[in-house]
């Protein structure tokens, strides 16, 4: 959905995640090898979730705002929000999909992007006969995985050889580590 926020709080939302965020490298393990993932992350999530880490950061004002706004159009109810940040046309995410600790096989995810377009897309994992799925993901647009786009599918922002500029995304999730 495109413009779900609108162009001048999306700028500003832009700049501020931008310029006021604790941006870490992801260390990710393949195999027996720790790479560095090729965006910026930052992890957000309530400290009375069970099992939260109790040194993350706290919300900002900003992120519980849109936090607010997702779940008005869902009507569900998260507490964890993953931001990647990616810098330029040599950042992306490789294939996978998303299993929040113990949410199940289809978790529900709601992901909101800033700043430049980039493709989001998406492959079933065992029909080849299915076509990818391409969407553009612009500057204040949302999305929502839901059902068995996690258990059947995978997605990716593959990287691109143009010069672009900055992309911040970010998908709401839902936590619990608790059996
Ligand atoms: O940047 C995106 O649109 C997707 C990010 C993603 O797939 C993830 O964080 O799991
Ligand atoms: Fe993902």
Redesign the pocket.
């Known amino acids: 959905m495109d413009n779900f926020i609108e162009k001048e709080a999306s700028d500003c939302y832009y700049h501020t995640f931008l310029n006021h965020t604790q941006w870490k490298e992801y260390q990710m393990e393949i195999f027996d090898k720790t790479v560095t993932a090729p965006?910026m992350?930052a992890w957000y999530e309530d400290k009375d979730n069970a099992g939260a880490n109790q040194d993350g950061p706290d919300w900002t004002p900003e992120l519980l705002s849109i936090r607010k706004k997702v779940e008005a159009e869902t009507g569900l109810a998260f507490n964890a929000v993953?931001l990647?940040l990616?810098r330029n046309g040599k950042d992306g995410?490789a294939w996978?999909s998303?299993h929040t600790d113990n949410s199940g096989p289809n978790p529900i995810?709601a992901?909101v992007?800033f700043g430049e377009t980039?493709m989001?897309r998406l492959r079933h994992k065992t029909r080849k006969d299915i076509q990818q799925v391409e969407i553009p993901?612009h500057h204040g647009s949302f999305?929502l995985m839901a059902g068995t786009t996690n258990s059947f599918w995978q997605?990716?922002?593959p990287k691109t050889a143009k010069d672009i500029l900055p992309?911040i995304?970010l998908?709401f999730r839902r936590v619990s580590r608790s059996k």
């Open positions: 965006r992350i993953l990647n990616y995410v996978h998303d995810i992901s992007s980039r989001f993901l999305l997605h990716q922002v992309r995304n998908t």
